[in-house]
């Protein structure tokens, strides 16, 4: 069973271009996680997705930022016009029930660099 | 809401001496608690969880956790370090309800001198 796939693993960007990435979670799993790890500080809670909704974005910038979950096809975080401060790691997870106490198995992250 | 704080975001210890990196929460529901350990470029991998059955959670690669309601702690431990623990360790508090995502704290990294 492979795990979560994210690609690209890493992405440079220059301001103001648009930044894709993409979040395959593990097979049987329908509920996927997007977190956002600035350097040196922790993992930060950005959307919850289940197929085609978005259940909880409290954590996602009001601007620029977008998530989807299609019925077919990877998740995908968008990230519009970009600027330094959103250079990051990104991290996806996925779990199979959704419930609080659900494992959460994250994939390999996504470094993206603003130039 | 929750919350998470790790004391000392440094930990360095000898190999074969005793690992303690320290986790409290606090949450207004009884919480599950997670234990992540990140090596360099890479995800998270969970080493343990607590959701309830037992205080004492014994998890992968020799560590264990031990639950404290009374001090909100989730303290990890391993007797003996080894020099492949070296990593970053994040624990992490979710209130339980569906879909709740987990909120970390701000990790700790350990190191281990030969």
């Known amino acids: 069973n492979a795990g979560v796939m994210q690609n690209p693993r890493h992405l440079v960007r220059r301001r103001g271009q648009e930044a894709r990435l993409r979040c395959s979670p593990m097979?049987?799993?329908?509920?996927v996680y997007w977190y956002r790890q600035l350097p040196e500080e922790g993992l930060k809670f950005m959307v919850y997705?289940?197929?085609?909704?978005?259940?909880?974005e409290s954590g996602m910038p009001k601007e620029r930022f977008s998530a989807e979950f299609p019925k077919e096809g990877p998740s995908i975080l968008r990230i519009q016009q970009v600027v330094r401060g959103d250079s990051a790691a990104y991290f996806c997870?996925?779990?199979?029930?959704?419930?609080?106490?659900?494992?959460?198995?994250f994939g390999p992250g996504t470094r993206l660099t603003v130039t | 809401a929750q919350s998470v704080t790790q004391l000392g975001s440094h930990v360095s210890v000898s190999e074969g001496a005793l690992v303690l990196l320290r986790c409290n929460y606090s949450?207004?529901?009884?919480?599950?608690l997670f234990w992540y350990v990140q090596y360099p470029n890479q995800g998270l991998q969970l080493l343990l969880k607590?959701?309830?059955?037992?205080?004492l959670v014994k998890g992968i690669n020799g560590f264990e956790a031990e639950f404290k309601k009374s001090e909100t702690s989730f303290h990890l431990t391993k007797p003996s370090a080894h020099m492949s623990d070296a990593a970053e360790y994040f624990c992490?508090?979710?209130?339980?309800?569906?879909?709740?995502?987990?909120?970390f704290g701000g990790g700790t990294r350990l190191m281990v001198k030969p």
């Open positions: 997870a996925s779990s199979p029930l959704g419930g609080g106490e659900d494992e959460q198995y």
């Open positions: 097979k049987g799993h329908s509920h």
């Open positions: 997705l289940q197929k085609e909704n978005i259940i909880d």
């Open positions: 949450s207004s529901v009884p919480p599950y």
């Open positions: 607590y959701t309830s059955a037992a205080t």
């Open positions: 992490a508090v979710s209130e339980g309800h569906a879909g709740n995502m987990l909120t």
